[in-house]
């Protein structure tokens, strides 16, 4: 007692608990209404006013990670000057002239950054094969691209410890995986799932699974290590860094240890068909789809659907166990997977022109709470605020739309329909148009772009369009003259009046053409809040099809800003993705058939990137050139046949492409009609 030391006094005397923590910032509401702040989201204050409660950590320079990104931001400043110097100082002087002309273009600091990239490395490779610059230009830029709040700025080696001291999910590695001992990484990638792959498929409760996973009970009925493994290298496609690649910088190998691991304790889980093998098996169709080399898509979608009827969660037989009988965690699962399920299959059905699979789900929809209407989706790892989440108003949105779509791909899609008369097709199709836009005009006020929503309500509007576009596009036995109809009204203004009695052709080509630029605006605002680095991989097809949509206009113009700025992003989303550089290719392909590279050549509206895509008389290499290999299989395997990659450049043409090369052959679906038994034809 006599060494202990004397109470710390505070300036009028007081004595000062020295046990209590010091805040280290306020909320942004704290520090505009300059009350004290509790420092823990949601603080006091904003629980009392019931007040959205917002930290920027950027404001913080008190902390450990914010003192380390300004030093990170320094040193990244500093290194662009040395090597803009260097290009100053370059014996040719046609880099430096070259670095001045796209100075004064107003170039952002992040094509500054690439260019300089581009050309250090021709300097310092003259004497190299020119693929061996391409290849090392590519991964200088994997890390050092990185859109979003700030430079951008990566460590090529990630120091995982700094990255991870914030995450918004911890769990362990152990005894979930083999492949790594290191919770910090786990922690990490298990994050970037939860935060840009998970909200818009959402086929496992999120809560449920963090909360198992974190006991490290691998007896558990709602986590297994097939199902964490599983998760893992799905969440690898979002993370920079060298720890989620097997090979440094090799974007193929991204994830594949963790898949390895998976793939191995799905064959020794197949024996029991359990919730989280459902679960793990739905990651693989997912990882597959991505990875667009073995044809598995389809095998493992058909796979997981089987599962969720033997379980009894969708199709005609009964639920396998009693709803009364078990754990809310169990109750809470069951149904987010049901209806997760539901959503893959009629999002992958509908995409690809074909009939879903699933008609009945045998489980409620999830149970709303009010405290997820309180909950902020966390932008990991940017820096940037946080966002109200919504994530159970966005689920029950997306189910209603997913039935329209169920609708229309069973209705429309469908084998038996092509017997229909012209006119059944056509109220069908009206009657579907109505139920769209009257699902459009019903979105919440929340769902507004202006309101900056999260990337998953931006990919739930995209879907919205790419249906408007798919249901209009897609027309069989359809040859039938028409008469005029009242003008209608497109999809961005669905509450303005509208005659639906007969859709011309003249008039779906107007839907589709607006449909297509409402997808490019939405990419735009994407871009602007979030990067493309991350966006879901729905969003790659939802560009795709809007730039297809765009590229049938029998007036298409490759300077229309909508068209160049959709192409800029789909550059950014394929260029992360083995699946999206060789759709990319084929896309370049398909402009460059339009013979407009004079046009682009001249001009000041592209970038010199975009002019070397698509100017058919380019002679500048490309990353994107290698990819034309991967596309091999579309005239080699004999499942594929009459898929050309030269020459027919129709939209339907680019989805059956799309499908084979990401889910493969669907051998329980019957085959399509060809091209020549559908087209669309424009007015």
């Not at 993370?239 to 304790?265: I, Q």
């Not at 739309?401 to 791909?409: G, Y």
Request: aromatic letters at 8%; hydrophobic letters at 35%.
């Amino acid at each position: 007692m006599g060494d202990s030391p004397p109470p710390e006094r505070g300036r009028r005397g007081s004595v000062v608990d020295l046990t209590k923590k010091r805040v280290s910032m306020a909320c942004l509401a704290c520090k505009k209404s300059k009350r004290k702040c509790s420092g823990v989201a949601p603080c006091d204050n904003c629980r009392a006013f019931g007040r959205q409660c917002v930290f920027d950590e950027t404001l913080d320079q008190r902390r450990r990670v914010a003192a380390k990104r300004t030093a990170d931001e320094l040193g990244y400043h500093r290194d662009m000057l040395n090597d803009l110097l260097k290009v100053m100082r370059a014996e040719d002087q046609f880099y430096a002239l070259r670095l001045l002309e796209i100075i004064r273009r107003d170039a952002t600091s992040e094509e500054i950054r690439a260019h300089i990239d581009d050309t250090l490395a021709q300097i310092e490779d003259t004497g190299k094969e020119s693929e061996d610059v391409i290849r090392k230009l590519e991964d200088v830029r994997r890390v050092i691209n990185v859109e979003g709040a700030g430079p951008s700025f990566r460590p090529k080696v990630m120091d995982i410890h700094y990255l991870c001291d914030e995450v918004p999910y911890r769990v362990p590695a152990k005894p979930w995986t083999t492949v790594t001992e290191d919770a910090d990484l786990v922690s990490h990638l298990v994050s970037l799932y939860f935060t840009w792959d998970y909200p818009f498929h959402a086929f496992l409760d999120r809560d449920v699974f963090l909360k198992h996973m974190a006991s490290g009970d691998t007896n558990s009925e709602l986590c297994s290590p097939f199902l964490v493994n599983a998760l893992l290298a799905n969440a690898c496609h979002f993370s920079d860094y060298s720890e989620a690649y097997v090979h440094p910088g090799d974007m193929v190998t991204k994830g594949n240890d963790f898949l390895a691991e998976a793939e191995r304790l799905k064959d020794e889980e197949s024996t029991r068909l359990t919730l989280p093998y459902l679960q793990g098996t739905l990651l693989l169709y997912e990882k597959f789809s991505l990875s667009g080399e073995n044809d598995l898509g389809y095998k493992m979608l058909h796979q997981a659907i089987w599962i969720g009827e033997s379980l009894g969660l969708i199709g005609p037989k009964k639920l396998s166990v009693d709803l009364g009988q078990i754990s809310q965690d169990m109750d809470a699962s069951l149904k987010q997977t049901a209806w997760g399920l539901f959503h893959i299959d009629t999002v992958v059905h509908t995409d690809f022109l074909r009939p879903s699979l699933i008609d009945k789900i045998n489980l409620d929809r999830p149970n709303r709470h009010w405290a997820d209407e309180m909950a902020l989706w966390i932008p990991y790892p940017s820096h940037r605020p946080p966002r109200p989440s919504y994530l159970r108003q966005y689920f029950d949105e997306s189910c209603n739309l997913c039935e329209i779509a169920r609708d229309m791909s069973q209705r429309l899609f469908s084998i038996d329909e092509a017997l229909s008369s012209a006119e059944d097709q056509r109220r069908t199709k009206e009657a579907l148009y109505e139920r769209l836009r009257r699902w459009y005009a019903g979105l919440p006020r929340t769902f507004d772009t202006a309101r900056k929503p999260t990337p998953y309500v931006i990919m739930l509007r995209m879907q919205y369009h790419t249906l408007v576009i798919n249901l209009f596009l897609f027309k069989i036995n359809d040859n039938t003259p028409s008469t005029e109809a009242e003008s209608l009204t497109t999809p961005q203004s669905p509450k303005s009046p509208a005659s639906l009695s007969i859709i011309s052709r003249c008039n779906a080509e107007v839907i589709t053409q607006s449909a297509a630029r409402a997808i490019a605006a939405l990419a735009r605002l994407h871009r602007k809040e979030y990067g493309m680095g991350r966006a879901h991989h729905f969003a790659m097809y939802a560009i795709n099809l809007a730039l297809f949509a765009l590229l049938e206009q029998p007036n298409f113009d490759i300077l229309d800003q909508d068209f160049l700025s959709l192409a800029s992003a789909f550059s950014r989303i394929a260029s992360r993705s083995h699946l999206g550089r060789n759709l990319f290719h084929l896309f370049r392909q398909h402009v460059r058939a339009k013979r407009q590279g004079r046009r682009i050549r001249e001009s000041h509206l592209a970038n010199d990137e975009l002019k070397v895509l698509f100017d058919e008389e380019a002679t500048s290499p490309s990353l994107w050139d290698e990819y034309a290999q991967g596309l091999e299989k579309l005239n080699e395997d004999t499942r594929y046949h009459g898929i050309r990659i030269e020459g027919d450049h129709s939209l339907f043409e680019m989805l059956d492409r799309y499908e084979s090369l990401s889910l493969g052959k669907d051998e329980i679906a019957p085959e399509r009609p060809r091209p020549g038994e559908h087209e669309y034809i424009p007015c």
